[in-house]
């Protein structure tokens, strides 16, 4: 059963941090999540002199950064968030190790997270922290356009844009997707894209495209009646993460949602999913 009853959004106050913020704001409106505003402060290596002064003063120190800290998350984008439920805290430990763990403990139904980069550094740059809650979370996780762009993205979501491999986690991807559009009351979008074959005279190669594009039409019809959605298909023939990302443009997609791991397996990320999330003209939720 799909919910977003509790939301975790990593906070480190820049502006990707503002942008992500005001999506979860947007979300709040329509499904008024719990949203936990989380700020990792990464453990003081100690540095003990010939004194043992030396250590009392850098754990003085430290303790005022975090006293410090957690005063400025009190007050980090409370005007954005008026009128949410939210929780603010301050924990110490390494950042994408702790954000798993804080969202695996709590149950978080969906991880909110900015790229590191913005425009087209962003196709370059996924960022550290970010690229490991990615491979290492259980719950869905949404990033992508979250610096200036944001604020002037529609405030309502009405395209959603499913990209599905008919791999295992197929199924779990299109039913995310199934709710959220039919949640927003917005139109949704089933996309595979299968490898490109060469263009040739060979009937022989006619005949297994048109087998192909059989074979996967046939596995979408079953994955539609499991999950109980209507949507439109499209299937394309190509180079994935460039096909995917085209299709959001042309259909003005709110949201992109993709398979991030295998059903079998806890923290596998697809081969393509960096590339989607570099390159996706809007938010991607990766489940």
Not at 37 to 59: R, S
Request: charged letters at 20%; hydrophobic letters at 45%; proline letters at 4%.
């Amino acid at each position: 059963m799909v919910s977003l009853a509790k939301v975790l959004l990593p906070v480190d106050f820049s502006e990707r941090s503002v942008g992500a913020i005001h999506c979860a704001s947007r979300l709040a409106q329509r499904f008024s999540p719990e949203i936990i505003l989380l700020h990792v402060l990464a453990p003081m290596q100690y540095h003990l002199g010939d004194t043992e002064m030396g250590g009392v003063m850098l754990g003085d120190l430290y303790r005022t950064q975090r006293e410090s800290l957690t005063r400025e998350l009190d007050q980090f984008q409370t005007a954005e968030l008026a009128g949410c439920n939210v929780r603010r805290l301050v924990v110490e430990g390494d950042p994408a190790s702790s954000i798993v763990e804080f969202a695996h403990t709590e149950k978080v139904d969906l991880i909110m997270m900015p790229t590191h980069g913005c425009g087209l550094f962003r196709r370059f740059i996924l960022g550290s922290n970010t690229a490991k809650v990615l491979h290492d979370a259980e719950c869905p996780v949404w990033t992508g356009v979250h610096v200036a762009e944001a604020a002037a993205r529609p405030a309502q979501i009405r395209n959603v844009l499913c990209a599905v491999d008919l791999g295992r986690q197929s199924e779990r991807a299109l039913q995310w997707a199934h709710w959220l559009s039919r949640s927003l009351e917005a139109r949704l979008t089933l996309l595979h894209v299968s490898a490109a074959v060469p263009e040739t005279p060979d009937h022989g190669d006619d005949a297994w495209r048109a087998k192909l594009r059989w074979t996967a039409e046939q596995a979408i019809e079953r994955l539609q009646a499991k999950v109980g959605s209507q949507a439109e298909v499209v299937l394309q023939a190509g180079d994935p993460a460039k096909a995917i990302c085209a299709v959001a443009s042309l259909t003005h997609a709110g949201a992109l949602v993709i398979a991030r791991g295998s059903a079998a397996g806890f923290g596998r990320l697809r081969t393509n999913a960096y590339a989607i999330i570099r390159q996706a003209p809007c938010p991607v939720v990766s489940v």
